[in-house]
């Protein structure tokens, strides 16, 4: 059975980095199979990337990035933003399944 374990969030001051670990096991996924979204303080959860795709909000501050050894995804997020403070997951799809990690949060204080 496939899983998706996210790490790396944490607390970060505006205009910090932090990167974000998604490893996938049970399943190979391909780097356009799998992405983030996120979900701020009470509102619904959004797209950030997948593949070649970002959100507008984040283009050219984050960068998604797949390491096939060890069967990761990364997100490289550059320049946060208070209102990029959520709960991050991991997305992945396979034969039509959509699967998803438990999540991981990063708060970014101005």
């Known amino acids: 059975q496939a899983q998706l374990v996210e790490s790396g969030g944490g607390w970060v001051q505006a205009g910090g980095s932090l990167r974000l670990s998604c490893a996938a096991s049970?399943?190979?996924?391909?780097?356009?199979?799998m992405g983030w979204y996120r979900q701020p303080p009470g509102k619904l959860r959004e797209f950030v990337a997948r593949g070649t795709n970002y959100a507008d909000s984040v283009k050219g501050r984050f960068t998604i990035s797949r390491d096939n050894a060890r069967n990761t995804v990364y997100l490289q997020m550059n320049s946060l933003k208070p209102e990029d403070t959520a709960v991050y997951y991991c997305?992945?799809?396979?034969?039509?399944?959509?699967?998803w990690g438990k999540g991981t949060l990063v708060t970014v204080s101005s």
């Open positions: 997305y992945a799809r396979f034969g039509g399944i959509d699967y």
């Open positions: 049970g399943i190979i996924f391909s780097l356009n199979s």
